[in-house]
């Protein structure tokens, strides 16, 4: 089974793709999506749409896990996220994916085994349950694995 996890955002929306077999998940692919700060929100997810779009084509996963947007700080900052989650679940259905979404709290739990793990704790168990030479950069990156490894340790398919 293929799963694509997102971590959500505007100015940077994280991506991991893994393969899961037999209970051992291998990462297939990973990276992030950066639309330019200056550009129009209407544009930014735009960019978010067409760039996921061909991820999924490329990449042909089943399942899409994403998280949730918990809280923010910043309304401005919950209002963009908002947008660019409704992007994501736009595209993830219009390519036929089952779609879970996790909360930050559910992430943790699964990958770390702790609610309150910070980044780095969460970035170290991505490395280590994947096998990987070093974490996923930037930490977006590591958060979508995380959010993929969460899926394929649920069970629920």
Do not use: W
Not at 92 to 98: D, H, V
């Amino acid at each position: 089974m293929r799963i694509l996890g997102i971590d959500p955002g505007t100015g940077i929306l994280g991506f991991g793709v893994i393969d899961v077999d037999k209970g051992k998940a291998t990462l297939v692919d990973a990276g992030v999506i950066r639309t330019p700060v200056h550009e129009d929100d209407a544009v930014r997810l735009v960019t978010i749409f067409e760039e996921l779009s061909e991820i999924i084509a490329s990449n042909k996963p089943t399942i899409m896990s994403v998280e949730k947007l918990f809280f923010a700080k910043n309304v401005t900052t919950a209002m963009t996220v908002s947008q660019a989650r409704g992007v994501v679940l736009l595209c993830g259905k219009q390519a036929g994916l089952e779609i879970f979404e996790y909360t930050p709290l559910q992430i943790k739990m699964a990958v770390t085994g702790y609610g309150k793990a910070d980044k780095k704790q969460i970035q170290e168990m991505v490395r280590v349950i994947l096998g990987l030479q070093e974490v996923p950069k930037p930490d977006d990156c590591a958060d979508a694995i995380a959010a993929a490894l969460t899926q394929a340790q649920t069970g629920k398919y």
